[in-house]
């Protein structure tokens, strides 16, 4: 099965900048969507960014609107590693974030969307 290992997150203060890397025990190609979730304490895990490859030359993006602007996702396909660059960051940032992956060209912003899960890595935002 696919596996998949996030890395970056720790401790930052408000207005500072983290990037987040997810590593993909298979080619990232074959993982034509990727996303970023988060979930911070008392809340449902909640849509941040993904990224969708067609298969050729072309990518889409989504993001969450109270991301939007600040946060970056990007693909690495020869690395089989996906990126979050997360700036401007805001305590209420502050949250569990994981790495999803899926095998279908349509899978963009829902959790059930998404077949693969990396293991999640803190982000701690202070004021």
């Known amino acids: 099965q696919v596996q998949l290992v996030e890395s970056g997150g720790g401790l930052v203060q408000a207005g500072g900048s983290l990037r987040l890397s997810c590593a993909a025990s298979?080619?990232?190609?074959?993982?034509?969507?990727m996303g970023w979730f988060r979930q911070a304490p008392g809340k449902e895990r909640e849509f941040v960014a993904s990224?969708?490859?067609?298969?050729?030359?072309?990518?889409?993006?989504d993001y969450a609107d109270s991301v939007k602007g600040r946060f970056t996702i990007s693909r690495d396909n020869a690395k089989n590693t996906v990126y979050l660059q997360m700036n401007s960051l805001k305590t209420e940032d502050t949250a569990v974030y994981y790495c999803?992956?899926?095998?279908?060209?349509?899978?963009?912003?829902?959790?059930?969307?998404?077949?693969?899960w990396g293991q999640g890595t803190q982000v701690t935002v202070s004021s």
């Open positions: 999803a992956g899926d095998r279908s060209r349509t899978t963009a912003t829902k959790l059930y969307e998404y077949d693969y």
């Open positions: 990224i969708r490859w067609n298969g050729g030359s072309i990518y889409y993006v």
């Open positions: 298979e080619r990232t190609f074959s993982l034509y969507a």
